[in-house]
């Protein structure tokens, strides 16, 4: 069994939009091996879905792949389809459902096919366990950030790779 990683082409920052997705890439990137459904981010959402799917299959039944939810815009549809044919561990930054709940969304069954599930926080784990998603899959972080910046108490976090 190998243990494989999506990596995204996020760039770099410390901002709220992209420092959770840089921070799990570089700690999988130094464990596991990598694998890069995604193409340019100019690409077609059509063409973008079939590079995601047909990384995904190039993985063994019995390998497990690591990815961030939610997905690359135009790729979340796959989730569900992905979960099914692979074993699959979910990290979850947000949820639409959980945000909005006042929108009705088939988000939560996407995930249920995942082999686990790893959840920020204890609000986050409960509604998972609420929709319908077993307790016994879910890893609650219990974390905001994964990586804080050595120089962080200097204010200067996006100029040194340097962590604790």
């Given amino acids: ?7 995204e082409a996020y760039s770099k920052g410390m901002h709220a939009g992209n420092k959770a997705r840089n921070d799990v890439e ?3 990137y130094k464990k596991y091996k990598r694998l890069t459904p995604y193409g340019k981010k100019s690409q077609n959402k059509l063409l973008k879905s079939f590079k995601l799917m047909r990384t995904a299959l190039s993985a063994k039944k019995s390998d497990v792949i690591i990815m961030q939810y939610p997905l690359q815009r135009g790729c979340n549809w796959l ?11 979910l990290i979850i930054h947000d949820l639409d459902a959980l945000r909005y709940p006042s929108v009705p969304s088939d988000e939560v069954e996407k995930l249920k096919n995942a082999y686990r599930i790893i959840s920020h926080n204890e609000k986050m784990t409960k509604f998972l366990i609420e929709k319908g998603i077993a307790k016994e ?19 200067r976090a996006h ?4 962590y604790l």
């Fill in 1 to 7: 069994m190998a243990v494989y990683y999506f990596s």
């Fill in 79 to 89: 989730v569900k389809n992905i979960t099914k044919k692979r074993k699959c561990v």
């Fill in 26 to 28: 570089a700690i999988l």
């Fill in 137 to 155: 899959k879910i890893q609650n972080l219990g974390v905001f950030d994964y990586l804080i910046p050595v120089s962080y108490t200097h204010l």
């Fill in 159 to 162: 100029e040194t790779d340097q």
